[in-house]
């Protein structure tokens, strides 16, 4: 029964079907594979983010299933609790050995390890200061943190040090922070002279790794090995949901900070932990990173393949560095039309419009992971060839 109550989420829902901003959720009904049945038809799928593979991993898969018989399916409490199991632990000291930081703490995901985090370490009294295109999660946490919110345009380091320099009288404590990879655009942020302005300014610094992690850096270790940065960025927040193939997030940074978010941090303290079988196939996670350097290798191989060939058709493949590749298309109603084309025929790319991109700037995002062979990257490329032609794109 329709109930009144209700009836203006009803309207909002036309409203989106009118503008033609209506989706509905594709089901995946094989495991998350490069090739994967979603809705009752088999695509080559560009459009998850398991970069390595891990998702079906033998070795995790093991792992949890191990985990299930030996510490049961739920962690029954939070952290602070009665559910911090030891498997938590031994996750926390991988993560930790595995960034060269003093310590690390496991949150549900990365959305709430970032705005747990943001929310705890800020108040009414500081400011924050982050790039335009940072992620929903350290929006919400600037906001529950309820400092001064100033925002810098995307990668600008001299607008940064712009607002730097203004607010250089500020009693209160400064927080600069920036996603690692963007993941609309594919680029990277520009982090040697965010570190160092943060260090002339006496900001904390903090990076967002999401897209980065098992993808950039030795063994995928982030931006921070990338650009041998070690030491100098006070909190690293990654995701186990990615590269890492499970799900969770993490911070990493001094012991006393992981202390201190134990005590203030809102998901950590009010929300159940991770289940065992996801805290060990994380675990077996970061081993898989150690042991097998040829996936991020591979990784790499196919990103350097598919880019190129995207770039020899002739599409606009923006500033992207990283196997976030989007295909600029422009009109938001060519770029839904392009995807739903490209899925009839076999590729699955996800088409973004406003306001998840700027107004003019819609396009389809492809992400190629290590377990994508080069036929299907090839045979991928034939079609958003064939499609991108009939639509005129190219
Ligand atoms: C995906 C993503 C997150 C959230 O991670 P989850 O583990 O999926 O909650 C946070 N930040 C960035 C930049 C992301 O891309």
Redesign the pocket.
Known sequence: MPKAQLQYLTEELNKLREQKLYQRLRILETEQLPVARFDGHQVINLSS?NYLGLTTHPKLKKRALEAIEKYGVGSGAVRTIAGTMSLHMALEEKIAQFKNVEASVVFQ??????AGTVQALLTKEDIIISDEL??A??IDGCRLSRAEIKVFPHKDVDACEKILKEISGHEGRKLLIT?G???MEGDIAPLPALVALAEKYGCIMMI?D??SSGVLGKNGRGTVDHFGLDGRVDVQ?G????AIGA???YVCSTRDTIEFLYHRARPFLFSTSHPPSVAATCLAAFEVLDEEPQLVEQLWTNTKFFKAGLQKLGFNTGVSETPITPVIVGDAALAHEFSRQLFAEGVFAQSLGFPTVPHGKARIRTIVTATHTQEELTRALGILEQVARKLKII
């Open positions: 983010n995901s990365g959305f709430t390890a970032n940072n992620h999660s350290i996603d990879v963007f993941s967002d999401a897209h927040v995701t186990l949901s990615k799900l969770g997030g």
